[in-house]
């Protein structure tokens, strides 16, 4: 995708995410890696529902800022993200970071497994896969984002690449390689996460046998 369509594209997702509520006021962040390395990413405090594609920041791919309104304090991470996912799937080129409310519910709840979601329904399955959850950091700690491609290096080292983590008390990061692509992949993910929040008793997970039939089928990288 060209510079033109990428700078449309996030605005149109990001009013699409507003517009339904997976987005608030100013949380959340959507970047792309242009074919030549340089990035695109959603200025800092901006609200995802409202953006212009000429005051989206531009940044090399060294991080220094070329044009736009003040880039979003998570490019550092979005920066790792690239980097390592891309190692596993090259064609890597969007992220999205949220404050998506039953994703993040899920982390208030003293659930202390190493992942936000087992494996409930075949859509989750198929579409997210494993969403590992990086403890809790402040905004922008730079620990925070050492954690989070680590744990991207460990799963695809393990034969298990992902498309997300989860910052605990903070929201989900995404990736895909357009940013309609990396919407339907959060959008999946809020609404399994939704599912376990309004379900009064623990989901019953899919058996083996019915993981390794998506795997199968669909290639489900479970």
């Not at 995802?48 to 070329?66: D, N, Y």
């Not at 990396?182 to 599912?195: C, G, H, K, S």
């Not at 989901?203 to 019915?210: K, T, V, Y």
């Amino acid at each position: 995708m060209n510079e033109v369509q990428a700078r449309d594209d996030i605005c149109r997702v990001g009013e699409s995410l507003f517009a339904r509520g997976y987005v608030h006021a100013t949380a959340g962040n959507i970047s792309v890696r242009l074919e030549d390395g340089d990035f695109l990413i959603t200025p800092t405090d901006a609200c995802l529902g409202f953006l212009e594609p000429s005051r989206l920041a531009k940044v090399t791919a060294q991080g220094q800022q070329v044009s736009g309104d003040k880039a979003s304090k998570t490019l550092a991470l979005h920066r790792r993200i690239y980097a390592a996912a891309r190692q596993q799937d090259a064609h890597t080129a969007c992220v999205i970071h949220t404050h998506s409310t039953h994703c993040v519910s899920l982390t208030l709840q003293g659930n202390t497994s190493d992942e936000l979601l087992p494996p409930i329904t075949p859509y989750f399955v198929m579409k997210v896969g494993h969403v590992p959850v990086i403890p809790y950091h402040r905004p922008g700690d730079p620990e925070a984002v050492l954690w989070v491609e680590a744990t991207i290096q460990r799963y695809i080292a393990q034969g298990t690449p992902i498309r997300a983590v989860m910052l605990a008390r903070l929201g989900p990061n995404v990736w895909h390689d357009t940013p309609g692509s990396a919407m339907a992949v959060l959008e999946e993910l809020e609404e399994t996460a939704r599912l376990v929040c309004l379900n009064p008793t623990p989901a019953a997970h899919l058996n083996p046998l019915q993981l390794q039939e998506l795997r199968d089928t669909f290639g489900a990288r479970w």
